[in-house]
């Protein structure tokens, strides 16, 4: 609470001495404070009582806030909270310096370009009142069992970015390359521990002094009147052990078409984690071995998500099918199996009250292949400040 108090003081003390003070010179610090809002209910109505380790039923409230300073022409810095299941987070602290379209150096804490989803990834910004199943953060039905997503939205870390746009006709041409600290896990992990991405107690640093490097790249083509279309890559590698041993590589692949005011989008996501087997991996985990001897130490997990969405005046219609899968072994424990699927179908209408103020409603069908199905509504509304 008190990173958004100090974050609100900041804002308040700046105007009113923009208020009291003499006219500046044109290119003096400028000032600007958005956020948005969303406050969600979710109901599995199958079930009476739902359990926190099944899914976060109820009320749950995302709030994002942003401070943005413009110095002038090239450089400008930002600095956001946002408080959601996990509690207060710093979503973003840095600085940007530009030095031609072509080329920005992004220096702080920041979500690294991966992807397109993230760009949207604010509760205003995305009709939904979650996000799709790779960028799961949280959501989902049976999130605990499958460990949230592919790459959580939004991804935030420490690092430096460079990154540009070049124009030339029709077409845009956007790049992004990064080096940050990367996921955490334990020395005997199965795969990333979010928690230890976010805790303050691991004082956001990195756990291997190993960093991870990624890149993106998309373009964009103007096809004429209210038609655009864009299509990306994205990857990212590291390790995300204590000692730099277990690695992972996480690749993407996105698409979009805007004809008229009708988005048609389409995203797939995939990571591969290497895991510590240990000395007795037979008693660790559910399977053993193959037939020539070998224990994989690699598990993939991978997603898809399939948008549309129309807007009929202050009604916009949204159907969405997204999934995921996860292959590999798992711990004796879970009740994963070597394969295990998640799909999704998704119908849900979002209705502008008054001004961008957004009532979002969705009907949600899990189809799960190692727990029953679930259908899942949401209720809530959402909108910038």
């Known amino acids: 609470m008190k990173a958004v108090v100090m974050l609100v003081l900041i804002a308040l003390c700046g105007t009113a001495r923009a208020d009291s003070d003499p006219p500046v010179p044109e290119h003096s610090p400028t000032r600007n404070l958005a956020g948005s809002i969303q406050l969600d209910y979710l109901s599995l109505p199958e079930h009476r009582h739902v359990q926190p380790d099944e899914a976060f039923a109820g009320a749950t409230v995302e709030l994002s806030m942003k401070l943005a300073m413009d110095f002038g022409e090239r450089t400008t810095a930002n600095v956001k909270v946002c408080y959601s299941c996990h509690g207060f987070e710093v979503g973003m602290a840095y600085f940007d310096v530009r030095v031609a379209d072509e080329l920005a150096v992004r220096v702080g804490r920041f979500t690294p370009a991966f992807g397109s989803f993230p760009l949207r990834h604010d509760p205003a910004n995305h009709m939904t009142s979650d996000k799709p199943l790779p960028y799961d953060m949280g959501r989902m039905v049976r999130f605990r069992n499958w460990n949230e997503g592919v790459l959580p939205a939004p ?93 992972f590589l996480v690749v993407g692949a996105d698409a979009s078409l805007q004809i008229n005011r009708t988005a048609f989008r389409l995203e797939y996501l995939a990571r591969w984690t290497q895991f510590a087997i240990g000395d007795d991996p ?87 292949s190692d727990f029953p199905d679930e259908v899942a509504v949401h209720v809530g509304l959402a909108g910038p400040f």
């Not at 970015?161 to 992004?176: S, V």
Request: with cysteine; hydrophobic share 35%; aromatic share 12%.
């Open 282 to 368: 037979l008693a660790t985990f559910k399977y053993g071995s193959d037939s020539s001897g070998h224990f994989s130490d690699v598990t993939l997990r991978d997603g898809f998500d399939v948008e549309i969405e129309h807007p009929i005046d202050r009604l916009t219609l949204i159907a969405r099918w997204d999934g995921l899968r996860r292959k590999g072994n798992v711990f004796a424990t879970s009740e994963l199996r070597s394969t295990s699927i998640v799909l999704r179908y998704t119908a849900a209408i979002a209705f502008r009250l008054a001004g961008a103020l957004q009532l979002k409603t969705s009907v949600e069908r899990y189809d799960f």
């Open 155 to 247: 991804w935030v870390d420490n690092g430096v970015e460079i990154n540009g746009t070049h124009f030339f006709g029709p077409a845009q041409i956007d790049y992004a390359a990064y080096v940050i600290n990367g996921p955490k896990g334990a020395a005997n992990g199965m795969d990333f521990d979010y928690t230890l991405s976010r805790s303050p107690a691991q004082y956001y640093v990195d756990n291997n002094s190993e960093p991870t490097v990624g890149c993106r790249g998309a373009l964009t083509l103007d096809l004429g009147p209210q038609q655009i279309v864009s299509a990306g890559l994205s990857g990212m590698a590291g390790h995300y052990d204590p000692k730099g041993e277990l690695g």
